[in-house]
Every structure is written in C-alpha cells, then in structure tokens.
C-alpha cells in the first residue's frame, strides 16, 4: 500500500497508470497505413511514361487538311454533292476541335458555338449549315450557288484546322 507521508492513501487509488506498448506500436502502425495509402493514390493516378502522348496538332492537323483536300476533289470531280461535301466538312471541323481541345464540338449546336466557341469556329459552321441541311435541288442554280458556298466552306474548314491548337 502506498502513502503519502504518515497519511495512508485508501486502497482504490494506486499509483500513475502507463499505457501499454501495444497502443504505440498500434497507433505508428495506422500512421504508416495512412502514409501508404496516399503514396499508392498518389502513385496509381499519376500519368505512365509508356502511355501513349495524345496525337501532337501537327499530325492531328495534317490528317485533316488532307481529308478536307480530299472531300474538295470528291466535290470538283462530281463523286459527291455538295451537300453532302458540307456535311463532311461540318463533322470534320468539329472531330478536329474535339480532338485538339476539351470543347465537344460534335454535339454542340450552332448556337451552342456561338455561345461558348471561338468565333472563328462558329462562323465557319455557320456557312456550313444552310447547305449542309437544304433539300436536294436538281436545278442548275441552285447546285451553282451550292458549289460558291462549297469553296467558303472549305476555305473556312481550312482555317479552323491552320489555326486552331
């Protein structure tokens, strides 16, 4: 029994109480866990070196220059209309902005464009829309005119695609 000087203390109270080993080693154990797990976030989320980098603008740009080439010739040679040239140019033009920048060209609408791209973007889908959505019209004019409208088109797809990224 323990006292304190002449005066004996009662039998509930003893002496300071240390805690047991066994709580350290358990509470370093969870500041280890804790520790591991940010560093096996932090190493799972971060980009590989072996990944594949994103297409650079240049090839990105390149393939799609020749294509609107390509959908010129189909028009100048007669193997597509022009309606369906613009059609070609419209997705185009929006499948290169989507893939050189995070705006989802392709399901955006013109007025969607409008609002929220660059201009530039946004005018030239806009010479792209009244042809690309007009009925078939056999007359003589009319394909002529459609044909005026085609060569703007394909300047603009042109210099969305030069200049963009």
């Known amino acids: 029994m323990l006292s304190a000087g002449d005066v004996p203390l009662p039998e509930e109270f003893t002496g300071p109480v240390d805690y047991a080993g066994t709580w350290l080693t358990l509470a370093l154990i969870g500041l280890a866990l804790v520790a591991a797990y940010y560093v096996a976030a932090w190493a799972l989320t971060r980009p590989r070196a072996d990944e594949p980098a994103a297409p650079p603008v240049t090839t990105a740009r390149g393939r799609h220059l020749s294509r609107i080439d390509s959908i010129e010739d189909d028009v100048r040679s007669g193997r597509i209309e022009p309606r369906l040239a613009h059609q070609q140019l419209s997705g ?74």
């Not at 969607?112 to 030239?124: E, G, I, K, T, Y």
């Not at 009925?135 to 003589?140: A, E, F, L, Q």
């Not at 797809?157 to 990224?165: D, F, H, I």
């Open 92 to 165: 185009l033009v929006r499948g290169y902005v989507e893939e050189v920048s995070d705006l989802p060209a392709r399901t955006m609408t013109l007025a969607d464009l409008r609002a929220r791209a660059p201009r530039q973007l946004a005018d030239a889908i806009a010479v792209m829309y009244p042809p690309e959505f007009a009925p078939d019209d056999p007359d003589g004019a009319s394909r002529e005119a459609a044909r005026a409208a085609f060569e703007r088109a394909v300047d603009d797809a042109r210099t969305v695609v030069a200049s963009w990224g």
